[in-house]
């Protein structure tokens, strides 16, 4: 098997070539097509190594490979990936679109995508140096100057230029809805999604962006079934991230449990057929492909939220169980008023849970999402018990 070295050099001559080259290269689009496949799949066994011996990732003849080579190689690759996908713009012709989307998975455009976006995920993994991330290799990868690491102010100017190449990959996908293009939507959804996760520690606003997917949310009309998924799970996790009170935490979460009831009904309306008003919805994505997979996003989350929970009681129950033992140090004031917090913490978070759940009980939610919900409730309810009996044990 040719290596990623191997692999990276085969992409640069067939993707870099000149006017009259060009034209030789494009005409033999099956060559083409082999080559990308080859390059996807050299990266995908990468990735499963990857998962399994985290970021000690060994090549196909078994040899151990430096993240920084693979940073190298992915950092070289993903210039001529990139603009192969751009290559084809925007079609507006009903007919250009029902061809697109007839081959949307076997286009240069897609596979080239599909390249890009597992280039994105091996060079975000490689940019980690001791558990941190190394801002300046994803400005590299991305094309954005590198700054001086002592600077605030240019490090902001980092973060801003990364933003915007955040904005572009979102206008893409823009003029991805109007090819009809399903399946670069999604993978763009992810690439888009991994970038805002490496740079919102580093202070990346998020206002634009949380605009952005909302407004995909609000206005896609039928989307596949897996596209509805991942960006109702952005939507939400940016939705969170962006949060400052905790009364808001739900905010957003609560808008879908209402457009559930609006499309489902309500449980009281179980034995009555209920006509749904598409004007009563504030997001169009829902429809009868998508609607379970919306709400078993909403579910994770609140599954999520509960996990949440369960580990504040835990840390609770053995910051007490020191005191007792007298093995934390520091006066018992201090010690009392920062439990105190905390439970009010486990408190406020296990009430939203509940008025959550509350508001999706209220849905008549039938088919596989019906055993998730009972799953969580359980899980709610069994973290509902053990908080009250540490409260009864410890008042």
Known sequence: ????????????????????????????????????EKCRDQLN??????????????DFDNRMTDPKVIYKHCLSLAPYLLSEFLRFPSSSDAEDNAKLKKANKA??????????????????????????????????????????KDSQEEEDELITSISKRISEFESNVEGLIERNSPSEIEVMIVIISNLINIAFPFGLKLDTHLAWIRKMCEEMPQPSPSLAKKLVTLHLKLEHLMVEDMNDIFRADAEYSEDICTYVGKSEDINEDKDMDPRD?????????????????????????????????SFIENEVEGQI???????????????????????????????????????????????????TLTNLYTTL??????CIAHK
Not at 337 to 361: A, H, P, T, W
């Open 1 to 36: 098997p040719v290596s990623l070295k191997g692999m990276r050099n085969i992409v640069k001559i067939a993707f870099q070539s000149s006017d009259d080259e060009e034209n030789t290269w494009r005409e033999c689009k099956g060559l083409l097509n082999f080559i990308l």
């Open 107 to 148: 286009t240069l455009s897609f596979l080239a995508l599909e390249c890009f976006e597992l280039v994105v995920k091996h060079t975000l993994n490689c940019c980690q140096e001791n558990g941190k991330v190394n801002i300046n290799k994803v400005a590299d990868f991305l094309g954005v100057c590198n700054i001086n």
């Open 45 to 58: 066994q990468f990735s499963i190594q990857e998962k399994e011996r985290q970021f000690v990732i060994r």
């Open 385 to 390: 018990t053990n908080t009250t009996k540490f």
């Open 325 to 375: 033992n007298g093995d934390k140090g520091g006066s018992q004031d201090e010690e009392g008023s920062f439990n105190m917090e905390v439970r009010d913490q486990l408190y406020n978070l296990l009430d939203k849970i509940v008025v959550m759940m509350g508001s999706l009980c209220n849905c008549k939610i039938t088919g596989p999402p019906s055993l998730h919900m009972c799953k």
């Open 281 to 313: 919805q504030k997001f169009k994505i829902f429809h009868e492909t998508t609607i379970y997979n919306i709400i078993e996003v909403v579910l994770s989350v609140q599954d999520n939220a509960i996990h949440e929970a369960q580990w504040i009681l």
